[in-house]
């Protein structure tokens, strides 16, 4: 875990003031591969099922903040971000190292605006973010985008 | 964004809270992606969401507010496959058909929506709806909003229209308001080359590992792909367009590449030569050594390691008529040469229902394959493995794609031919 706390400054592309416990994939998160075991039951747990994804397979991503470059793979990706949240195993947030893709953003806008509640979306936090941030670092979020990582000496 | 007078009234609430809704979804989406204004889309859509299952498609829910409000795509639309409901041509047990009835139990009602929705007709269910007998070709330069990854890189790169690679149910509202954010892909700039991909291979490499080896290497960058058109055709024959729809399935699975040029035969890179390429491009070599070692490299996830292949699933995206004429021909060939007259693996092929139809034509492959004990089916083995339905079964397929969602193992052509042959990896 990173011991010192950095500050990275994204655009909030959805608002919101979170923290949570850092999932990092440093290669394209496949959102329909990682997510596929889990949209069936609702479920407390969502382990990601990407067997391609070295950084995060096997890891429970429910409640998690998502570190990633970008989102890649099937377009089913768009709608596992709705089911997540109705199902009560979404990220608290996804974060992005480059700018927001269009995948994501779509899946990630209509789990918004047709849900009740919502994931934390921030992009733009550029290479040095996802390169500093550590698997299980503590991460916190303000609506303006800033993000704060590691934890506390 | 700069909003045209309807879209502020619509966006303001003035056809409906629904309306409201879509209309700030799209528009929010925009935002996201630095789009100045919407663009008018020009020709039908292609979406992914063609299962009542949420989280795959939208919720009955949803489709039901949309339908209640009165929305209809501004063209009839095409979707991906049904799910493989069809137990007879999969060879299932009894287990997996009661899951698989209990988890599409809302099939009927959620295909009569899409229907309402302005689906083209009750058999517009495939993954390749640009095949000539399916009859959803994009013209060139049509703003689109399609999803299905394997489908929009092929309008993109193969066809020449434009579409960004739109999530599920993201895809349908933008066909719903008939309107899409001008950004990306449906933009002039980023069409052009960020990588160039030199393909140095002694022969046609498999586009299945080629898709797999580019998507890795460019992620979401647009590639331009050099060494390829001495072994394909120019004017885009059939097995030049089957070559590089696989290519394009496999690349947007690896990544998530929405557009690819290919130097000398698609056609953007015919009509703009070296310009394709953008002045601060990368570029790197793919040669033969690395897909051979690519082809080795993929994990094997049965339960069982060393399990006989049990049953082999073709047509991840669906086949063409050629494509399957070629599995007969080799089938039926490789079975002769081992005095056999069944596969020794039950085996499914999918295509779209209008690619089946053909295909029962007299005179057509059909009945020579179901004579060889294959069964053709239009649709989609990938929801056979929800749920862990075949987490037991020991697959193979010669998809990439499926390879990478299932724990289905990948074999080349040649290899599941001889599989098919003999029982025997």
Same mark, same amino acid.
């Given at each position: 875990?990173? %011991? ?13 003031? #979170?923290?949570?416990?850092?999932? #990092? ?66 990220? %608290? ?28 979306? #921030? ?31 | ?40 889309? !020009? ?30 795509? !501004?063209?009839?639309? !095409? ?13 299932? /047990? ?100 960020? *990588?160039?991909? /030199? ?40 097995? =030049? ?85 070629? *599995? ?26 209008? =690619? ?65 042959? !003999?029982?025997?990896?």
């Amino acid at each position: 875990m990173g %011991a010192e706390r950095r500050s990275f400054k994204g655009r909030p592309v959805v608002p919101g003031s #979170v923290s949570g416990v850092a999932a #990092v994939s440093r290669g394209g998160f496949n959102t329909y591969a990682s997510y596929s075991a889990s949209l069936h039951e609702p479920s407390r747990r969502a382990v990601c099922a990407d067997s391609g994804n070295e950084d995060l397979y096997g890891i429970d991503l429910a409640g998690k903040v998502l570190c990633i470059p970008g989102t890649i793979g099937s377009t089913s990706g768009g709608a596992v971000w709705q089911r997540l949240v109705a199902m009560g195993n979404a990220p %608290a947030a996804v974060l992005f190292s480059g700018a927001i893709d269009p995948l994501a953003a779509g899946g990630l806008i209509v789990a918004d605006e047709w849900s009740e509640r919502r994931i934390v979306v #921030v992009d733009g936090l550029g290479d040095p973010f996802l390169r500093s941030v550590a698997q299980g670092d503590e991460v916190t979020i303000a609506e303006d985008g800033e993000v704060v990582t590691g934890r506390p000496a | 964004m700069h909003l045209t007078r309807h879209e502020k009234a619509a966006l303001a609430g003035a056809d409906g809270p629904v309306v409201q809704k879509v209309m700030r979804t799209v528009i929010r989406q925009g935002e996201a992606l630095g789009a100045e204004r919407l663009v008018d889309l !020009t020709g039908p859509g292609h979406l992914v969401i063609a299962y009542a299952i949420p989280g795959i498609g939208p919720s009955l829910e949803m489709l039901e507010e949309l339908v209640a409000a009165g929305l209809r795509t !501004t063209f009839p639309f !095409t979707v991906d496959p049904r799910p493989p409901l069809d137990h007879e041509d999969w060879a299932l /047990d009894e287990r997996q058909i009661v899951a698989l009835e209990e988890m599409y139990r809302d099939q009927p009602r959620y295909e009569e929506l899409l229907l309402q929705l302005g689906l083209r007709d009750a058999d517009a269910y495939t993954c390749r709806p640009s095949l000539a007998e399916v009859g959803n070709v994009p013209h060139r330069g049509d703003a689109l909003a399609w999803s299905e990854s394997a489908a929009v890189v092929y309008a993109n790169s193969v066809l020449g229209a434009r579409t960004n690679r739109n999530g599920a149910i993201f895809d349908l509202l933008c066909n719903l308001v008939g309107k899409a954010p001008l950004s990306g892909l449906l933009l002039d700039e980023p069409r052009r080359a960020t *990588w160039r991909i /030199d393909v140095r291979a002694a022969e046609p490499p498999l586009p299945q590992l080629l898709g797999i080896a580019i998507g890795r290497r460019v992620l979401s960058d647009v590639p331009l792909v050099t060494g390829l058109d001495r072994f394909l055709d120019p004017d885009l024959d059939p097995p =030049t367009r089957d070559y590089l729809h696989e290519l394009g399935a496999a690349a947007a699975t690896a990544g998530a590449v929405g557009l690819f040029h290919v130097e000398g035969i698609t056609p953007e890179a015919v009509e703009a030569g070296d310009r394709i390429l953008a002045p601060d491009h990368r570029a790197s070599v793919i040669d033969d050594e690395a897909l051979e070692e690519l082809s080795t490299s993929f994990p094997v996830l049965w339960s069982r390691p060393d399990a006989r292949p049990e049953k082999c699933y073709l047509g991840c995206p669906h086949l063409s008529l050629e494509q399957v004429e070629w *599995w007969a021909a080799s089938i039926g060939t490789a079975l002769r040469e081992r005095g056999r007259d069944h596969v020794a693996v039950p085996t499914t092929i999918s295509v779209a229902p209008q =690619t089946l139809a053909r295909l029962r034509d007299p005179g057509s492959v059909a009945g020579d394959l179901e004579a060889a004990g294959v069964m053709l089916s239009a649709g989609c083995p990938m929801q056979l493995f929800d749920r862990d339905l075949a987490a037991g079964s020991a697959i193979v397929t010669n998809s990439t794609k499926l390879r990478a969602y299932t724990n289905a193992r990948f074999f080349t052509d040649r290899r599941i031919v001889h599989i098919l042959a !003999t029982g025997e990896i």
